[in-house]
Nanobody
Framework: QVQLVESGGGSVQAGGSLRLSCVLF????????MGWFRQPPGKERERVAS???????SYADFVKGRFTISRDNAKKMLYLQMNSLKPEDTAMYYC?????????????????????????WGQGTQVTVSP
């Protein structure tokens, strides 16, 4: 059974930093896509950043230059380093995982920018940024 567990959330003042972690249990596939999403109060879940099995990353415009996504495949860990936090970053943060597809001699992620692109989700960790 696949299970993702996030940690590292908390309360910080604007301009501060947090590092989120996500550990992946029970995933048997060797190549998989991972992402961080967030859901602000009263709003829909949105993608923050994603990383494929080869380590290629992509970010939502609102976090570019401030957040960094990374992974440790040996430890089955996913990270999100968040710097220069703003009050509008306040949200529940979720990690997600999906098996990578194989085609044309390489692995790739499908629909990685959307919640629909991932079947496995963690329970979330709260990030609160005060002015």
């Amino acid at each position: 059974q696949v299970q993702l567990v996030e940690s590292g959330g908390g309360s910080v003042q604007a301009g501060g930093s947090l590092r989120l972690s996500c550990v992946l249990f029970g995933y048997t596939h060797s190549s998989y896509c991972m992402g961080w999403f967030r859901q602000p109060p009263g709003k829909e879940r949105e993608r923050v950043a994603s990383i494929d099995s080869d380590g290629r990353t992509s970010y939502a415009d609102f976090v570019k230059g401030r957040f960094t996504i990374s992974r440790d495949n040996a430890k089955k860990m996913l990270y999100l380093q968040m710097n220069s936090l703003k009050p509008e970053d306040t949200a529940m943060y979720y990690c997600a995982a999906e098996t990578a597809y194989y085609g044309g001699g390489s692995y790739y992620c499908v629909n990685e920018y959307s919640v629909d692109g991932y079947r496995s989700w963690g329970q979330g960790t709260q990030v609160t940024v005060s002015p």
